[in-house]
């Protein structure tokens, strides 16, 4: 009984939340670069506001964010000391291609990330890589307007040839896209794209959501022809819909919400596109314009594991009328029976093991959870230790409701990644107080702070639950 022998325990970070060297050896500019903190984030990462290029009046917190890109080897070294056999991290594309189109790589930006994947080794820590957390060039969102252009198609895949090559003997867990169903709601953070007035953005999100789809196909296929042994898993940001009441319309809401999320794991699970998708889309008129062979390609690929971020459920009402909640970067109603945490989010354990069970019986591949945490204020003492047993609580009451999922319902899950292993910037807000770390950074909202690495509470707790391989949850 417990987590089978081969479980993965980790932590999750991706690259333009804890990097920051934004303008080092080489490296061009992204979408996630120009995401600003402050009022005006919400208009950027939702396409509303265009942002392309660093101006005088904004913060942008990814710029230095919490210097990673110095401090890689002190930091996973941390992991190691806890224990991690697996790191879910991501790629900046733009440290590879600084415009996205080049004909060659920058030999600065894949030496940084071997060494990344050698330190990596020293300490037995399996990588798991993230091509795309929310990542894409400047200088490709200039030329082609980012994924709403086929062209990306061919970009994305050059860097996939790159990665998989050069790091053949490094990685063999790949994911495609991070939480690729966020392109719904944050369409310029997922996918690089900004909106006109007047424009279709329904049409435009759903043609660059096909776009990745073919891409995360082609990806696929590539990577099982560079090694074998390479496995390629989706991600989305899940989450079930709870209806409000037992009310059928309530019920009826809750299940198009679960639909519009699952639509992208549909395809690329399954691979075709669900019956619901294709009608609904082509009524609202906004179903994509395909290439012939593209229907082939997402039949032929599909992907080898599925994974996904959980930090609440969501709880659906027909009317609209009920208070609303916040959440991982969509809103819902109020669930009237959860707590919630500083930032509003429902914190809901059960809900993990609901949505491991609807996850596996819709798809019944392996999954693996590669987010799940809690974003809270930490008050450290002079040390920089955070007695943060609130973060524990979280922590441990979602590894029990996952234990019960692998335990008594047979759920296939391969590992768990907690999001984040060590205080990073949120990318929701773009703020650093907003910490999910077992591993306190002295780094403050305004940016001042040593960026010291200091353990938390957390971290010995953490480190046991590993060592038991999740038996020693106390
Ligand atoms: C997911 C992202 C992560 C991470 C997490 C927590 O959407 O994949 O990048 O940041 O949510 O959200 P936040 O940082 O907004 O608290």
Redesign the pocket.
């Known amino acids: 009984m417990g987590f089978p022998k081969s479980f993965l325990w980790g932590g999750a970070t991706?690259a333009n939340?804890c990097e920051g060297g934004i303008f080092e050896d080489g490296r061009g500019l992204a979408n996630v670069d120009v995401c600003p903190s402050g009022v005006d984030r919400s208009a950027v990462i939702t396409g509303q506001m265009e942002m392309l290029s660093i101006d005088g009046e904004h913060k942008y917190p990814a710029a230095e964010a919490i210097d990673m890109y110095h401090h890689f080897r002190e930091d996973i070294s941390l992991f190691g000391e806890m224990g991690f056999q697996v790191y879910r991290m991501s790629i900046a594309w733009t440290r590879i291609f600084p415009e996205g189109d080049e004909d060659t790589p920058n030999e600065a930006g894949l030496a940084f990330y071997e060494e990344v994947f050698r330190e990596c080794r020293k300490h037995g820590i399996e990588p798991l890589v993230t091509i795309s957390?929310?990542d894409c060039p400047v200088g490709l969102i200039k030329k082609y307007g980012g994924w709403r252009s086929r062209r990306m198609i061919e970009d994305y895949l050059k860097l996939c040839r790159v990665l998989f090559t050069r790091y053949r003997d490094y990685v063999r867990y790949w994911l495609t896209f991070?939480?690729i169903n966020?392109i719904l709601h944050a369409p310029f953070m997922g996918a690089g794209l900004c909106f006109a007035p007047g424009e279709d953005e329904e049409q435009i999100k759903y043609q660059a959501a096909h776009h990745e789809l073919v891409a995360s196909a082609l990806a696929t296929k590539m990577a099982h022809e560079i090694n074998p042994e390479n496995k390629v898993g989706c991600m989305f940001?899940a989450g079930s819909a709870y209806p409000y009441s037992c009310k059928p319309e309530d019920v009826w809401e809750a299940l198009l919400t679960d639909q519009e999320n699952y639509f992208f794991v549909d395809v690329q699970a399954r691979g075709y596109y669900p019956s619901y998708a294709v009608k609904r889309l082509k009524k609202r008129q906004v179903y994509p314009a395909m290439e012939p062979g593209d229907e082939d390609i997402l039949r032929e690929y599909p992907v080898d594991f599925i994974s996904f971020?959980y930090?609440n459920s969501r709880c659906i009402a027909a009317a609209g009328s009920q208070e609303e909640a916040e959440g991982?970067?969509f809103k819902s109603a109020k669930n009237p029976y959860l707590e919630f945490s500083q930032?509003g989010w429902p914190i809901d354990p059960l809900g993990l093991r609901i949505t491991l069970n609807q996850v596996y019986d819709r798809y019944q591949k392996p999954l693996f959870i590669v987010?799940n945490?809690l974003?809270a204020k930490d008050e450290p003492d002079e040390n920089g230790y955070v007695e943060d047993d609130y973060r524990i609580r979280y922590l441990r009451s979602h590894i029990r409701a996952m234990k019960a999922a692998v335990e008594e319902d047979g759920i296939d899950l391969m590992g768990y990644t907690a999001?984040?292993p060590i205080d990073l910037?949120?990318?929701?807000?773009g703020e650093m107080k907003?910490r999910?770390g077992f591993i306190y950074v002295d780094k403050n909202e305004d940016g001042t702070g040593s960026l010291r690495r200091s353990r938390k509470k957390s971290f010995a707790w953490y480190k046991q639950v590993i060592a038991s391989n999740g038996e020693c949850l106390e």
Do not use: D, P, R, V
């Open positions: 991706a939340q957390h929310f991070n939480e966020m940001a971020s930090y991982n970067l930032w987010e945490g974003g999001w984040a910037i949120s990318a929701g807000t907003k999910y």
